[in-house]
């Protein structure tokens, strides 16, 4: 019980946030949900995507980490299985229909979908042209579950 109880005091003491309040927990959670879903929404689909909007190489590069971090897929299977989904919208081969799997599926195990297409090579490489192909890249897709734990640590 020492070993843990000092541990747990080595963390709080070191913590980045030691004892806020919980409203501030809530507020940080929001900003955080907030950029990754404004990293989904400009940078994954009307960038990468669809080629809609263009941002700086600085711009870009923080969205592709804050991506891996917390959503442990690289740029390219992301857009892959999305431009799968928009080449066969709601049919057998979509890989997230409501309509094939049910709505709340898709809505609370979406990310699950994404990542169960995104492990079919021949959807990747079909649709994952144009997409970053450097370096970074390979690490993120090499190390993709690492992103996560650099999150939680």
Not at 36 to 44: D, F, K, R
Not at 84 to 109: E, L
Not at 112 to 137: R, T
């Amino acid at each position: 019980m020492g070993a843990l109880y000092d541990i747990a005091t080595w963390v709080n003491a070191h913590a980045l946030w030691p004892n806020l309040p919980v409203w501030a927990y809530v507020l940080i959670t929001l900003v955080d949900t907030h950029i990754t879903t404004t990293s989904v929404t400009l940078y994954l689909h009307r960038n990468q995507t669809h080629g809609s909007i263009s941002f700086h190489p600085a711009v870009a590069h923080f969205w592709r980490f804050w991506l891996w971090v917390r959503t442990a897929m690289p740029t390219r299977e992301w857009v892959a299985v999305h431009r799968c989904h928009h080449a066969h919208v709601d049919t057998d081969k979509d890989p997230h229909s409501p309509i094939v799997y049910g709505i709340w599926r898709v809505v609370f195990f979406g990310t699950g979908l994404y990542h169960h297409a995104a492990k079919n090579k021949a959807i990747v490489e079909q649709y994952g042209k144009g997409c970053p192909d450097d370096a970074l890249e390979l690490l993120y897709d090499k190390l993709s579950l690492l992103g996560p734990v650099v999150t939680l640590v």
